[in-house]
């Protein structure tokens, strides 16, 4: 099975901030990988797919970046909005996530 | 817009099987793949398994013994059961789409069930 280790688990930042989120593969899953927020009490939403693509409606200041075994999750000037959880997923050999990088206001 | 409701029962008894619907409506199931994913309370997301339209299913290695996903193409449902279930298998529920524009992400996804295996 492929692993997928997020890091940092909790992570503090102000709103006007860029941050980066990390996700490392087990094994090379070439650009097969997802990113995701959620919100308490609510379903997953799709921020990004095949490592860089940005889904539909997404504002831009979400960015991805990587392949192989290392990825990363970008957000280029944090808005209230932005607070949640976030999750990497790869779906190269069934599926698997990462388990939750929580991002909170400072 | 295609949306996606789950249903089925909140509470489930220790060793009994769990089954939950997912409705899919404004689209149809035809030409993608339907996934069960599930997420404990305040913990993370597992994926449970996927069928195609055809039929064709994949299963979490960790779940394939007890995991059974079906669809009902005429009334554009698919379904989850879940045998001889445990205090471990409480979780929130969710349904979701795997879209082929994405390669395989989840685009679309219900807004989840709780169920709880309890005596």
């Known amino acids: 099975d492929i692993q997928m280790t997020q890091s940092p688990s909790t992570l503090s930042a102000s709103v006007g901030d860029r941050v980066t989120i990390t996700c490392r593969a087990s094994q090379s899953i070439n650009n097969w990988l997802a990113w995701y927020q959620q919100k308490p009490g609510k379903a997953p939403k799709i921020l990004i797919y095949k490592a860089s693509s940005l889904e539909s409606g997404v504002p831009s200041r979400f960015s991805g970046g990587g392949s192989g075994t290392e990825f990363t999750l970008n957000i280029s000037s944090l808005q209230p909005d932005d607070f949640a959880t976030y999750y990497c997923q790869q779906y190269k050999s069934h599926s698997t996530f990462g388990q939750g990088t929580k991002l909170k206001i400072k | ?119």
Do not use: H
């Not at chain 2, 035809?30 to 299963?59: D, H, V």
């Not at chain 2, 193409?73 to 298998?89: E, I, P, R």
């Open chain 2, 1 to 119: 817009q295609v949306q996606l409701q789950e249903s089925g029962p909140g509470l489930v008894k220790p060793s009994e099987t769990l089954s939950l619907t997912c409705t899919v409506s404004g689209g149809s199931i035809s030409s993608y793949f339907w996934s069960w994913i599930r997420q404990p309370p305040g913990k993370g997301l597992e994926w449970i398994g996927y069928i195609y339209y055809t039929g064709s299913t994949n299963y979490n290695p960790s779940l394939k013994s007890r995991v059974t996903i079906s669809l009902d193409m005429s009334k554009n449902q698919f379904s989850l059961k879940l045998s001889s279930v445990t205090a471990a298998d409480t979780a929130v529920y969710y349904c979701a789409r795997r879209s082929l524009t994405t390669g395989g992400a989840f685009d679309i996804w219900g807004q989840g069930t709780m169920v709880t295996v309890s005596s």
